[in-house]
């Protein structure tokens, strides 16, 4: 058993709304073809998920139990964005918006009587400070969303006790082609496998006192703190 290679799960969205071609599914497919090139030896693999509360549910409930990865990367698209956003933390409710299919989940919240705000165990703001892409900007936000993708990570997050990241796209372009997403992508999943094998790592969330708090936590953090 231990000598199968780990494996990290790598996740884009289908289309939705007006988004027939969805940027987030087609870096996902770019980086497939690129590889992790790690230093370590992980196994990637991709998968593409409705945007269905509903479907997604169960389909990351399946990869946390049955992939059981060392990291889930979740990527999403911002129709908004200018930049490559790395997400720090997922929020219970406020899911509002209707998915494809029309539905929206019961009291706009994703798991009753769960943690207000779960934040990741990998500090995406030293991963932001960490990765350079020639033409693509990267930044950090506290705030993913609510909607589907904000919604994945939050169950992602619960289910892999915070081994799980959200990273905002921004639409495909003539200058941000898919190839480039991808290549961004690779760029920095590296470095957030990097950041979640650091030893010290819990010692970092208890000595930054701007960090998120750990998965684990029931306190708030600062997730609340930047909109």
């Keep these: 058993m231990d000598s199968q290679p780990s494996c990290v799960v790598v996740t884009g969205f289908g289309p939705f709304r007006q988004h027939l071609v969805n940027s987030s599914w087609e870096a996902v497919k770019e980086l497939s073809k690129l590889g992790l090139n790690s230093d ?8 593409q998920l409705p945007v269905d509360y509903r479907e997604v549910k169960q389909r990351v409930t399946r990869i946390w139990e049955d992939l059981q990865p060392q990291l889930a990367v979740h990527i999403g698209m911002d129709a908004s964005a200018k930049a490559i956003v790395l997400e720090q933390c997922a929020k219970n409710r406020g899911y509002r918006d209707a998915d494809i299919r029309g539905f929206r989940p019961a009291r706009g919240e994703c798991l009753p009587d769960g943690p207000e705000v779960i934040a990741s165990e990998v500090s995406m703001k030293a991963v932001s400070k960490r990765v350079a892409v020639e033409g693509v900007e990267v930044t950090f936000s506290r705030d993913a969303g609510r909607y589907v993708c904000d919604y994945t ?12 990241v959200l990273i905002h796209v921004p639409p495909l372009s003539r200058w941000l ?21 650091k030893p010290d790592l819990k010692t970092w969330f208890a000595e930054n006192s701007t960090a998120a708090i750990p998965a684990q936590g029931n306190q708030l953090g600062d997730c609340f703190g930047e909109n």
Excluded: M
Aim: net charge positive.
């Design 153 to 164: 990570y939050y169950l992602s997050l619960h289910h892999g006790n915070g081994c799980a």
């Design 40 to 47: 370590v030896k992980v196994e990637l693999r991709i998968l």
């Design 177 to 197: 082609p898919a190839r480039l997403l991808g290549k961004a992508l690779q760029v920095i999943i590296q470095a957030t496998l990097k950041e979640l094998r």
